[in-house]
C-alpha cells in the first residue's frame, strides 16, 4: 500500500463500500424507472386504450376505436376527418415504413383493419357506417368515406374485443393445439370475396411455411435499407415511447418480464445485434411455437381495395381470437421480401417461396401469420391520441 492510498479500516470500508453501493442501486432505480420499468402500460401513449369510450361525440367514439387497430410496425398511417354524419380516412403517406413495405400493401392492410374496428364502434353507437373504399380516384390518400345512419345499438362480442386485441410475440403453448372447430369459425369469418385464407397446420404444412419465413427474415436484415427502415420503428427508450407514441416496444416483444426487465435496463442494443435477436427468436421461439399458421391471400396482390378488405378480415379474425383466449402475430416478412424482389426487379426467391407456399395461381399472399394459445399475456402497444390524428374535425 502506498503512503497516498487511504488507509481504511473495516469499519469505514463497510461504511463506504455501503454507501457506493446505496449509490449504485440508486442510480439503478433511477434507470429502472427511466426506462419504464414500474410503469409498462401506463402514461400517455397507452390512454388511448383505457378512456377509447370517453369522448364526446359518437363520431370521436367510433374514430377512437380505429386508432386501436392493428397496423404494420405501429406506423399508425392515419387521418380522421369528420362531420356528425361521417367520417373519412386517409392514409398518411409519411408514415410508410419505408422498403419495408415499398408498394404500401401493408399500410393498406392496416387502414383496412382501422375501418373494421370503425365499423364495430358504429354499430355499438347504433349507427350504421355504409363504407366506400376508395372513394375518389384522383385522391389516392382518400382511403375510405364512412356514411353513418341512424340504426339499432348493436354492441358485438368483436367490438367489446377491441381493447382487448394485442399481438402477442411471446411463446405459444405447445402442449395446447388449437381446435379443428377454430379454424372453420375463422374461415367463415372471412366473408369478403376477395380473400380467402390458406391453413399450414399439419406438420409438413408447418415445416414448408417456417422454411419460408426463416429465409425471409435472413434476406431482410441482409438487405441493409430494409433492415434500417425497420429499425427507424424501433422504441426503445420510455421517453421516445411516451413522446412519439407508435412504433415497437421492447414491452411488446413478448420477452417476459425478467428478459425485458433486463433489456430495458442494459444500455441500447445497436441495429445489427437487433437485427440478429430478432432471426434467432424467429428460428428458436416463433415459428416453433406456433400451434398453426395461415396466410391470407387476395386475389390480385397489388390491389389496394383488396388489401383494405383483407385488413378488415384480419381484425376481425384477430378480435375473434381475442375472445376465444387465442394468440395471433402478423408475420410478413415474406411478403416483404417478396415486395421488395418486386421493386428492385431481383431474383424472385420469397416471391417463389410464397407462391408454392400458397399452391393456387389465382390467390395471391398478402398477409402471413401464426396463430396459437399464449404462455403470457400480450402487452397493449403506445397508440397517439385522437387529437393527432383527427385534425379539424367539424360537430
Ligand atoms: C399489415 C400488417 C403487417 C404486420 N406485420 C407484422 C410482422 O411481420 N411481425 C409482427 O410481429 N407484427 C406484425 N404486425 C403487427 C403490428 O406490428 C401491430 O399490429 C402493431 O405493432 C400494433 O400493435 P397491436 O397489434 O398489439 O395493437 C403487422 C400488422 C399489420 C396490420
Known sequence: MTSHQPNLNRRSFLKVSGAVLIVAAGSS???????????????????????????????????????????????????FHSTSSAIDLYADFERQIGVIDPFRREMHIGLGCAIENMVLAAAAEGLQAEVHLLPNPGVSSHIAHLELSAAAPQSSALYTAIPNRHTNRGPYDTTRPVPSESFTSIEQLVNEATVRLFWFIDMAGRTKFSQAAEAACEALIADEQQSLDSH????????????????????????????????????????????????????????????????????????????????????????WGTTQGLAFQPLNQMCERADRERQLNSQPILNQAVRELVGDDSWQAVMPFRIGYPTQAAHPSPRRRLEEVMPHTES
Open 29 to 79: 432505480v433511477w434507470r429502472a424507472a427511466d426506462q419504464g420499468i414500474f410503469s409498462a402500460g401506463t402514461g400517455r401513449a397507452y390512454e388511448p386504450w383505457k378512456n377509447w369510450r370517453n369522448a364526446s361525440t359518437a363520431t370521436e367514439r367510433i374514430v377512437a376505436a380505429g386508432i386501436l387497430a392493428s397496423n404494420p410496425h405501429n406506423s399508425q398511417p392515419w387521418i
Open 232 to 319: 427507424a420503428w424501433w422504441r426503445q427508450d420510455w421517453s421516445m415511447v411516451q413522446q412519439h407514441a407508435d412504433g415497437i416496444t421492447l414491452d411488446a416483444q413478448g420477452l417476459g418480464p425478467i428478459l425485458t426487465n433486463l433489456a430495458k435496463f442494459l444500455p441500447d442494443g445497436s441495429r445489427q445485434q437487433n437485427d440478429q435477436i430478432f432471426v434467432k427468436n424467429m428460428r428458436q421461439m416463433i415459428l416453433p411455437t406456433a400451434a398453426a399458421f395461415g396466410i391470407l391471400a387476395v386475389r390480385d396482390g397489388m390491389d389496394n381495395t383488396q388489401h383494405l378488405e383483407c385488413g378488415r378480415a384480419w381484425q376481425r379474425i384477430h378480435l
